[in-house]
């Protein structure tokens, strides 16, 4: 069952970048024992496109960062790439290439009392807002022959290290589709400062 | 001279973190070509710190992300680290080695109106911000010896490449008092969505 409140939250993920890994082809044979790694990895890929969670994306390196606020969330993003990612989006190359993961990571926004406290004395009324706790992590792999059918993406969604149900997931290809002029990706490059 | 509003953007920049570079070790002989040469390095060093920018910071992994907002300035905020960094935050290192750069990154926060579009059928309200303009990028360097009178840390503060005046660095270690029991370090390590 797909609450709204899922489905809202799904939406407004999507935003950020909403994605897809390529399912690792772990399983060169055929066994018992294959299967049952199979099911197991079926467990932990989001429906539609059977992406799992990259190892190591929360080292990647930077594109972008973003804040999302509605009447229901308020949220600190940042959107890392894998190395083809960031050479692509360093480069300007649309589409971009196949291999290319994007992904967006999602945290609460909170006012931060510590650095209130610190700002207060200089400036009286700033206000710092830091990351509060995790939300999701959304993923977009492009592989063009795949996943032709969604603009060479395949997308996930992952809470908690679960992704989410095939009905958040069927929502992910249309949000994205009034980005086609940039392959399909919200996310800019960040300018570096 | 350093204008008011300058130094209001300096406080506000450290917060997120304010840091300076260890200067490069690049003249081993002296002569009168490394004699400019030490010049033209100099005036690319912070003032006091003697920091200069370290290459490729801009690819450096992810430490957190924030937000300030005044009355004067509305800012997205990343901070990135070094090898050395990251492994610290990562294992809770504190006091933080020797050799320890963190980049604070920070850049305008501007509205999204492409976002907001996607976003209005199904959330109308929701408002999507994203980064405008790079303002300035800091540093925070740790070298226990060098920097023994300012914890262990030297600060630089650049803007268009360029680093600010001497008052305004004279700022960054005051600033950062307040973080002692932290090894005087705003940012905390974002959790992994």
Known sequence: MLHASARALYY????????AIAVCTLYVTKSTAQSAKESEAGSNASPIYGVTIPPGYRDWKVIAVDHLVTDKVD???AQLGNEIAIKAFKEGTVPFPDGTIIAALHWTRVPSEDNNKVLAG???GAKSFVIGSPVNVQ???KDSKKYAATGGWGFADFKNGKPGDKALHEACFPCHEPAKAHDFVFAHYAPTP
């Open 12 to 19: 407004l993920g999507a935003l950020g970048s909403c994605a």
């Open 122 to 124: 200089a400036f009286p």
């Open 139 to 141: 993923f977009m792999v």
């Open 75 to 77: 949220q600190l993003r």
